[in-house]
Every structure is written in C-alpha cells, then in structure tokens.
C-alpha cells in the first residue's frame, strides 16, 4: 500500500503527470537562443566612462548651489555599485556562452516489474487547454481467459451389453449372457458412441441383484473406433480375471453394439501384452458362426423383454420375449413373487438347439402391484434337473 504523503495540489490516490520527455524541445529551442543572445554581445571597458559621467554630475550639483555636502553623499555610493554591476555582467555573459548542455532526465526514474504503457494525457492545463505531456502508468498483468468446453450431449438409449455369469444359480460353468439396458449415449447416437456406452456397461459393476461375474475391475474403456477392416477397443489396461470368457464378453458386446460382425482388435494404454490371461492383445476376436462353438460361449436362454429392474403395468398380463436353445425347443417359464410361483407354464422357440432360436409368451394371469421375478429355464429330460436359466426382476405398478 502506498504510504506517501500527498503533495499540494495533488488528488489523493491519482498518479502524478510526470514532466520530462515532452519538455525536451522547448528547452532545447531556450538554450539555443540564449545562447546565440549572449554570443551577439561584445563586451567593452565601460568602467571609465561610468565615472566620468558620474564626475561631471557631481560638478553640476555643486555649481548650481544646491547643497554640496547632500548631493555629494548621495552620489557617492554610485561608484561601487556601477562597477560590482558591470563585473556581474561580464561574468554572467562569460557563463552563458561557455555553460555546458544538461542531460534530459528520464520519463521513469525507476523500471517496473510489470508491463507499462505510456500514453499521451489529456489534463486541462492552467490554460484550459488539454496537456500533451506524456505520462507512464503500470499495468496489472492479465491472465489469458479460459473457456470451459461443455460436456458432450447425450441421449438415453437401450444398448445390448453381455455380460459373464453362470448358467444356473451356483454353478460355475459361466456362460455370456445378452441384456438390453437403457443408459446414455452421446449424440449423434452412431455405432461407435452405442458401442462405447455399452463397453463401459459390460467392464462396470455387475446389475444389482444378478450373479454376474465382475471380470473387469479396474479396468476402463478409453475409445472405440470402427474402422473399414475391425473394430478397435482401447482398454487403460489388461484384466487379470481367471474368467474364460472375459475378452469374448468385450468381443461379442462390441459387435452387437456397433451393429456389425468384424473383428474386434484391442490396444492397452498401459503396454500390456494380454488382454486377459491367455488371451494376447495381438489375437483379434472374430465372432464364432458354428453352434455348437457358440453354445460354448453364450447361455442357452436369454430374456430380451421386460428388461431387468423395469417396471411393467399393473392389472395386466405380462409379455415376455427372449432367445434360446433348447431341446426339442422347449422353453419353461414361472412367475416369482417373494419367492413363491404364483403363475407357470412353457412355449416353444422358433428352433431347437444347438440352433438359437426366439420365443414368446403372455402369463397366463394379470398382475396385483408388487416385485416379482420371472424365470425362463430349461430342464434336463432325464431327470427334471435345470440345465439353463435367466432371472429377471420386475415391478408391477
């Protein structure tokens, strides 16, 4: 803070005009006419003259009878003063010419840390006219204005995710199961945005309430670029999931999401070589097309419509929609409420296994409001035992 005095004349907390640079002209056209001035002036002896004048003053007085003693005491100062007059005279021309040219002070007198700017002031004068005195002021420095960018635009869309998880509750012979699940997408909704939205889907936390495997914590999606030849995800790294299925479970939920079957390759950010335990980051997925190869990486049932957790009409029968492959294309289906089958009954898929085919089915009763679980299985013909099943759980509102 600045702690000096103001000066008379001075506004408090205004910055004094400061007088230099604009002055220099003026002083210069001065000097030079002062001196040529004192150059023109010869200088001679005037010093007899000066008394002789005087003397013949002094003799006047006296013959006019005026009083010689008070004309005499009066005059007689003149003599020293005449002569201390011409000494100075002659000094002060002497200095004139031979008087060397001043330096031209400076606008500052000290630099500033900051950047400055000098820039003509317009401060009415005594005159009423304004000032052209230049003047320096210092500047605040400026920080370069930042713009936020703001957030990609998105829209809600259903996308297809596989995920990894058993075929019967408690078994651990994990198969991949396809969801249709809504979530957000940025716009233009196009095969690489849906892809990259259902990718981060299928590496996410499992759905609440399923016995999904978690096979990729730790793991992001980065990008997904749909090139003429494959698909190519970014990974930020590897798993390390003993899972079978992990990297087929990114393969095949790509695929469907991009809407195309060509290969998928994979990049690591970090620089690791696989990308899950035996699978190299060199290999690219290629979506198997024989059956049984499929029934060997994909469940046998699926169920497509009521999706997992949604809510469906009260006082109205449900429809229920899916894939499977099944024995002589059977398919079973029971509805669950607190655990207990409250309505039950089977359908047929359009093929049977180890074809996949879709199938359809309406409860045979309306639903009361309430949770329930619908389970579409298939059964074992030699023992009745449950060989594949899909839980969904749904509200009735």
């Known amino acids: ?55 013949a003053s002094d003799e006047s007085s006296w013959g006019a009878g005026t009083g010689a003693g008070s004309g005499s005491r009066r005059h007689r100062w003149l003599v020293p003063a005449v002569a201390a007059a011409a000494a100075v005279l002659v000094a002060g021309t002497v200095w004139a010419v031979n008087r060397p040219s001043a330096p031209t002070p400076p606008v500052a007198g000290t630099p500033t840390d900051v950047a400055t700017s000098t820039a003509r002031a317009s401060t009415p004068t ?12 210092a500047q605040r420095p400026t920080s370069p204005a930042t713009t936020a960018l703001p957030p990609p635009a998105t829209t809600t869309a259903s996308v297809p995710v596989y995920y990894l998880g058993p075929v019967v509750a408690g078994s651990d012979q994990l198969r991949l199961f396809r969801e249709f699940v809504s979530t957000g997408v940025t716009t233009p909704v196009i095969g690489e945005a849906r892809a990259l939205a259902a990718l981060r889907l299928a590496t996410g936390t499992p759905p609440k309430g399923s016995s999904y495997a978690f096979a990729w914590s730790g793991v992001s999606v980065q990008s997904v670029t749909i090139g003429p030849g494959a ?15 992990a990297a087929e479970q990114l393969g095949w939920t790509a695929q469907a999401a991009a809407g195309t079957a060509r290969p998928v390759r994979f990049e690591l950010a970090d620089g690791g070589s696989e990308v899950s335990p035996g699978h190299p980051v060199s290999a690219s997925f290629t979506r198997p097309t024989d059956p049984m190869t499929v029934l060997d990486q994909v469940a046998p ?27 002589e294309a059977t398919v079973e289906w029971e509805l669950l409420r607190d655990g207990q089958r409250v309505d039950h009954g089977f359908t047929t898929a359009s093929v049977g296994a180890p074809d996949r085919g879709t199938y359809r089915f309406t409860t045979k009763s309306s639903l ?5 679980v619908v389970r579409v299985f298939a ?15 749904v509200t009735a509102r």
């Open 1 to 55: 803070m600045n702690t000096e005095p103001t000066r008379p004349g001075e506004t408090p907390g205004e910055e004094p005009t400061l007088i230099g640079a604009g002055l220099r002209p003026v002083e210069d056209r001065v000097r030079r006419a002062l001196d040529a001035e004192a150059r023109s002036i010869t200088p001679t002896d005037r010093l007899g003259a000066i008394l002789a004048d005087a003397h």
């Open 126 to 137: 005594s005159s009423g006219a304004p000032s052209s005195v230049p003047t320096q002021t």
């Open 231 to 245: 698909i190519t995800v970014r990974l930020s790294s590897g798993t390390t999931s003993t899972d079978s299925l």
């Open 301 to 327: 049932v699926w169920v497509d419509e009521p999706a997992r957790g949604s809510a469906v009409k009260a006082g109205a029968r449900l429809t229920v929609k899916g894939v499977a492959s099944t024995f």
């Open 368 to 372: 009361a409001p309430g949770d329930y």
């Open 379 to 393: 059964s074992s013909a030699k023992d009745g035992s449950p060989l594949a099943e899909q839980l969904v759980p």
